[in-house]
């Protein structure tokens, strides 16, 4: 018999272990399901893992994990915050598609002005609409006690019908022929967020993920602030005696992942993207979640996490081509990932133990 | 990224394929062909017909030509990785099969100027790309004439996914074949905005049906449309993108088919024969692109006849489904007596034409 018992306190080894211990289990489970359908299980984790890092074309594969982990960081990196507080934003999409539309509604306006004010204002707008669509859900749950993950999440779906009427009336191209879709912004220099180094895949993105990552270290674990936000999701209790004030943390943590998700969406739609359209969000925010927790909720663990996410997305386009893998088959590899990660987590906080119930 | 250190950068990986650009295809060396699908193959919808055309590359030059495919690529810059990524793989003909990859594939191209690009549905194009399409309208033609005889309550619904021209055509061809035959027709249109999802389809459906439609177009991919007819019962319906054929005879009495094959196998010759050029290509019932399927014996022998014989005249050029006198929805005069629309006329449709009583979306 198996019986789990409750850790007094959790594990420190296991919290840093179950990482490394899911991606291994993924891999096998993986590799299983790959020679199930018929493919060579190690050349298929290989074409996965090594061939974009190390392969023939890694150059150009290199640039493109850092234009996919980009956003996925920047918005789990906001995310975290939140989530150790206890507070739980779904809806980073929708807050990522705002972001969006905001900076390329201003951009689309004034075009074909040049102006060096230009980006840096998309910049200010970008973060301004991812937070004022987070604010909603926040002042509903502060005001009327709603619940943050029902009202965020549906957002996500307004959002989506916002962006597709966008681009279908206001903010579509007038040169277009009738289609759907915006100018390129990648055709107007003021606007388009290019590559920093030719070749690299680095834009102010990238960048701004990376500084994201160091300021909210340095906010979770030098910072009062931070201190406060761990207080509250681990002894909600014990944190309002601190003088902790629960709205103003709601407000804190959902205004700033909204903030970094649109942030996001901003970087995305000048540079990668280019154009609004009905398909421009492809789904960075809920994948930030799992990118969040398969980092620990850790600035450096998210950004990993988020390297690593990338890469199977980019080494699955590499399987479906080079193996004939279904993308079905690397969608499953993917949601593994986050099941092998929650099922090992149960090792955090209780550990096996073999023998009688309750001996 | 520049094209000038992009191709510093890939410069070496060039030489390691051996491919280079080497204009010529050595005889033992298979010609790689790789696609890009928007949707999953398994659709029963776009994606699948696009992957029927591959197949039947395959099928053609069996062991000169070696084919790969991306499918679920998102629209956007997943897009330009996995076009490059094919590139980068030695595949010299690529094609590239949804609209919303136009931008992607014009970038691709600007990077590898000896490989050659096939964008559907687009309107871009480069020396290295060229762009193709099927005119669907003349299909929704048929449809228009076998619902416009069949038609008890004299309304007609169509399931609109986007406002865009090929839809508009898609609507204004029906309606005008559908009242050649049956002056009282009336034209319900439902915007459902999606190319693809069952659940808005069947409410789309729902709603037409409930208000009195007995004939329903649907311009959006999926089979929740049929299945909302079967549970009515007394409504026709037509298969889209493919035939759809497990809801034949009632209430799916025909199809409109996505024939890619004809095109993907020529194409894929002229690489192989050194005539390949960028065109624009817009196919129709002649060129076998638009294929009508099966019309079902739930359709009355004459209605049936009639059908078959527009398709044939449409096909061989003697009857054109926009033929003027005609006017737009607000009155203006858009063909005069006698006149056919031209492609460019087409291709700017954004319009009902007169005579339906829906309102157009802004």
């Known amino acids: 018999m198996i019986t789990l018992v409750r850790r007094p306190t959790p594990s420190k080894l296991w919290t840093y272990a179950t990482p490394i211990v899911a991606v291994i289990a993924t891999m096998i489970a993986g590799g299983i399901l790959f020679a199930v359908l018929g493919k060579h299980p190690v050349e298929a984790i290989r074409v996965i893992f090594w061939d974009p890092l190390f392969g023939a074309n890694a150059g150009y594969f290199r640039g493109q994990l850092l234009v996919k982990a980009g956003p996925l960081i920047l918005i789990a990196a906001g995310l975290a915050i939140g989530f150790r507080a206890g507070i739980w934003n779904i809806g980073a999409e929708g807050q990522y598609i705002m972001g969006a539309l905001f900076s390329a509604w201003l951009a689309l306006k004034i075009y074909p002005a040049e102006s060096h004010w230009l980006f840096p204002t998309m910049i200010v707008l970008g973060a301004l609409g991812g937070l004022l669509w987070a604010l909603i859900p926040a002042l509903l749950k502060v005001l009327f006690g709603t619940s943050e993950i029902l009202v965020s999440l549906m957002l996500v779906y307004v959002a989506e019908n916002l962006l597709a009427y966008m681009s279908f009336g206001p903010l579509k191209n007038p040169e277009g022929y009738g289609f759907p879709g915006s100018r390129n912004l990648q055709d107007y220099p003021s606007a388009y967020n290019a590559e920093l180094f030719a070749g690299t895949g680095i834009h102010w993105g990238v960048v701004t993920a990376l500084v994201a990552v160091i300021a909210t270290y340095i906010l979770m674990h030098r910072h009062i602030t931070g201190f406060r936000i761990r207080v509250a999701g681990e002894a909600p209790r014990a944190a309002r005696f601190a003088g902790v004030i629960p709205a103003r943390l709601v407000i804190f943590c959902l205004g700033l992942g909204g903030a970094f998700a649109g942030l996001a969406g901003m970087f995305e739609v000048s540079g990668p993207a280019g154009q609004v359209t009905d398909s421009f969000n492809v789904g960075y925010g809920f994948t930030a979640i799992i990118v969040a927790f398969l980092g620990r909720l850790h600035p450096i663990g998210i950004l990993l996490a988020g390297l690593l996410m990338a890469l199977t997305y980019i080494g699955g386009d590499m399987a479906q081509l080079v193996l004939g893998l279904p993308s079905a088959a690397i969608q499953v590899f993917q949601g593994m990932l986050l099941f092998f990660l929650l099922a090992f987590d149960v090792l955090t906080n209780f550990r096996i133990r073999f023998g009688r119930a309750g001996a | ?362």
């Open chain 2, 1 to 362: 990224m520049n094209r000038r250190s992009f191709l510093k950068t890939t410069a070496a990986t060039a030489v390691v394929a051996g491919a280079g650009s080497l204009p010529a295809f050595a005889a033992d060396e298979p010609l790689k062909i790789g696609f890009i699908y928007v949707g999953p193959v398994g659709d029963m919808g776009w994606s699948y017909q696009h992957d029927q055309g591959r197949k039947a590359i395959e099928e053609a030059y069996g062991d000169k030509v070696q084919t790969s495919f991306i499918e679920n690529v998102p629209e956007g810059p997943d897009a330009e990785r996995a076009l490059t990524q094919l590139a980068l793989e030695g595949n010299k003909l690529i094609f590239a099969t949804s609209f919303g990859f136009m931008d992607a594939v014009m970038n691709v191209a600007k990077k590898f100027p000896d490989v050659k690009f096939e964008h559907a549905t687009g309107y871009k194009r480069a020396d290295n790309v060229a762009t193709y399409d099927a005119k669907f309208f003349q299909g929704r033609a048929i449809q228009g004439t076998i619902g416009g005889r069949m038609t008890k309550t004299n309304k007609i619904g169509y399931i609109a996914s986007f406002p865009i021209p090929e839809v508009y055509q898609g609507i204004n061809a029906a309606f005008l074949a559908a009242k050649k035959v049956n002056p009282d027709i009336e034209m319900k249109v439902v915007w459902a905005y999606t190319w693809f999802d069952p659940a808005k389809e069947a409410d789309a459906a729902a709603a037409l049906i409930a208000d009195g439609v007995d004939v329903l177009l649907q311009h959006t991919d999926s089979t929740a449309p049929q299945a909302k007819a079967q549970e009515a019962g007394n409504v026709i319906t037509f298969g889209q993108a493919s035939d759809m054929s497990s809801f034949a005879p009632m209430p799916r009495v025909s199809s409109t088919i996505d024939n890619w094959a004809p095109y993907y196998v020529k194409r894929a010759g002229a690489m192989m024969d050194g005539s390949w050029a960028s065109e624009a290509t817009w196919g129709g019932i002649d060129t076998g692109m638009v294929e009508i399927g099966e019309i079902s014996d739930a359709v009355p022998a004459e209605v049936k006849a009639e059908a078959l014989q527009l398709k044939d005249d449409i096909g061989s050029g003697k009857v054109h489904p926009f033929t003027g006198p005609l006017n737009k929805q607000d009155g203006s005069a858009f063909l005069a007596d006698g006149e056919m629309a031209t492609d460019e006329q087409l291709h700017s449709m954004t319009f009902y034409v007169e005579g339906i009583t829906a309102e157009a979306p802004k």
